[in-house]
């Protein structure tokens, strides 16, 4: 394969992750908006049944979103009644996020509407492709931490 031709392809491989991106963005938004939570709000949500008490800075981290994001997300989920904040003791600027019960009831709704959409779509693909798949997806992602270290 000549250069141009391996540059094409990866172009074109590289569109075709975007739109994939996106169509399984507004597919997950759809199923999830039945709940009343959009991506990023279910997101939040159901890293804190992993680990609750964490700051925002944290959750922004953990999500890779910004501050000022994850700032909005709080607000909107702590006025839904799924999220608590609680002064950090030391810290008079800091919050710990707790999840409410019915924040915990919405994000295990919502991680079972996503191990379904999972098992409809992904999971469809036979095992040696979700192997082959990952380590696609893992070689990418090496490559961009590459290019993204200080």
Known sequence: MTEPDHESNAIRVWFRLLRLQARLHVAASD?????G??????DVLTTLTEREGVSQQELAQRLYVTKGNIS????????????ERRAIVGDRRSHAIFLTEEGR????????????????????MSAENIAAFERLLIEARDRVRELSAP
């Open 31 to 35: 199923r999830l908006k039945k709940l």
């Open 37 to 42: 939570v959009s991506v990023a709000q279910c």
């Open 72 to 83: 909005g997300l709080i607000d909107r989920l702590a006025a839904a009644g799924y999220v």
């Open 105 to 124: 009831r919405i994000a295990l709704e919502g991680i079972t509407v996503q191990r379904s959409f999972v098992r409809d779509t992904i999971g469809q």
